[in-house]
C-alpha cells in the first residue's frame, strides 16, 4: 500500500533488542560474545540488523544473556506488532458481546 509504513524487519527488531538486554544488563559485547561463542564483531554486527544469525546463534546469544528464546520471541513480537517490550502491555479490545454492549 502507497504511503503506508513498511514493517521492519525481524533482524533489525531482533538486534535492537538484543543490544537492549546487553545494556540493561550492564555487559559488554566482548563479555556476551565470549560467553556465546562468537566474535564481538559479529554479535555487534547482529545487534545492528547487519546479519541475520541461525537459530542455534540466537540460542547461544540468549544463553549468553540469561534470558530464554520464548521471552526473546515473545518480546521481538510484540515490538513488531507496535509495542515496545518495555512499555506498559495493551489491553486487546473487547471482542463479540462485551464489544457490542460497549458501543450501545
Given at each position: 500500500m502507497a504511503g503506508s509504513p513498511?514493517?521492519?524487519l525481524w533482524r533489525h527488531v531482533l538486534g535492537?533488542?538484543?543490544?537492549?538486554?546487553?545494556?540493561?544488563r550492564g555487559q559488554t559485547l566482548g563479555?556476551?560474545?565470549a560467553r556465546a561463542g562468537v566474535s564481538p564483531q559479529y554479535l555487534s554486527e547482529i545487534e545492528r540488523g547487519v546479519?541475520?544469525?541461525?537459530?542455534e546463534m540466537i540460542a547461544a546469544i540468549t544463553g549468553a544473556l540469561d534470558v530464554t528464546?520464548?521471552?526473546?520471541?515473545?518480546?521481538v513480537a510484540t515490538e513488531l506488532s507496535g509495542v515496545r517490550a518495555d512499555a506498559p502491555a495493551r489491553v486487546p479490545a473487547p471482542v463479540g458481546p462485551q464489544a457490542l454492549a460497549l458501543a450501545a
Amino acid at each position: 500500500m502507497a504511503g503506508s509504513p513498511r514493517e521492519p524487519l525481524w533482524r533489525h527488531v531482533l538486534g535492537d533488542y538484543l543490544r537492549r538486554l546487553r545494556h540493561r544488563r550492564g555487559q559488554t559485547l566482548g563479555d556476551v560474545a565470549a560467553r556465546a561463542g562468537v566474535s564481538p564483531q559479529y554479535l555487534s554486527e547482529i545487534e545492528r540488523g547487519v546479519k541475520e544469525p541461525s537459530s542455534e546463534m540466537i540460542a547461544a546469544i540468549t544463553g549468553a544473556l540469561d534470558v530464554t528464546l520464548v521471552d526473546l520471541t515473545l518480546g521481538v513480537a510484540t515490538e513488531l506488532s507496535g509495542v515496545r517490550a518495555d512499555a506498559p502491555a495493551r489491553v486487546p479490545a473487547p471482542v463479540g458481546p462485551q464489544a457490542l454492549a460497549l458501543a450501545a
